[in-house]
């Protein structure tokens, strides 16, 4: 059953959904060899798939929602889905700005379900988010997650890709968990018409917060096959 905060977040995100009257839908299909989400491996480092939708409105409001099969426990495996709403603007010529909602939910173990607002700033190939949850993974623990993405192309049809992030316990229930957690990403991508390549090297320190049992510091390999329409 979803908390008071996830029925009010959730409520929020239909809200911009509806406002979106004049917009843009699409959707995408996506195989990735490792679901890792801020470095840490939601599919037990097995392959898994992820199936999207997103909708823009000319008005600067946008909503979308993606639904992932994963892991928590070997060997059990459950649908997570992510729904996200937000409005996004222009500071000027070259500098815009966004803030908005993102929803968590697990089919089999909604204790885990959580909500974050977010805020940032974007450029024309590079944006720096920061997302505040005030109960992060359903561990009674308030986080602080910034990161910074960048894009730099390198043909028609290639881009080289980076990321970094740093998840920031700020107080709560969980005493055992790190306060930081760090996690960064380098990768090549491919673009051709509707298809989208991407090998990605990515690496996550240990945290407590998460619910999943992991082992693994160093770095992996993750090849990702998008599909959009």
Do not use: K
């Amino acid at each position: 059953m979803l908390t008071h905060g996830l029925r009010a977040a959730l409520g929020a995100a239909l809200l911009l959904v509806c406002c979106g009257v004049l917009a843009q839908t699409g959707g995408s299909i996506a195989f990735v060899s490792d679901y890792r989400y801020r470095g840490v491996s939601f599919s037990h480092d097995r392959p898994t798939f992820r199936l999207g939708v997103v909708h823009d409105a000319a008005s600067g409001w946008y909503a979308g929602a993606s639904l992932v099969d994963v892991s928590l426990d070997a060997p059990g495996r459950q649908l997570q889905w992510l729904g996200y709403a937000g409005l996004s603007g222009r500071l000027s010529q070259r500098l815009g700005w966004e803030a908005g909602v993102i929803l968590v939910h697990f089919g089999a173990d909604s204790q885990y379900d959580y909500h974050e607002w977010f805020g940032g700033v974007q450029g024309e190939r590079w944006n720096m988010r920061l997302h505040l949850a005030p109960d992060y993974f359903g561990s009674r623990t308030r986080t602080a997650y910034a990161e910074l993405n960048a894009g730099l192309p390198l043909s028609r049809f290639t881009r080289a890709t980076a990321h970094v992030g740093a998840l920031m316990r700020l107080g709560g229930a969980s005493a055992e968990a790190e306060r930081r957690h760090l996690d960064a990403g380098l990768g090549l991508a491919m673009a051709r018409d509707a298809w989208d390549l991407q090998l990605e090297l990515t690496t996550g320190g240990r945290s407590g917060v998460y619910p999943v049992a992991y082992d693994r510091e160093r770095g992996v390999l993750v090849l990702s096959a998008s599909y959009a329409f």
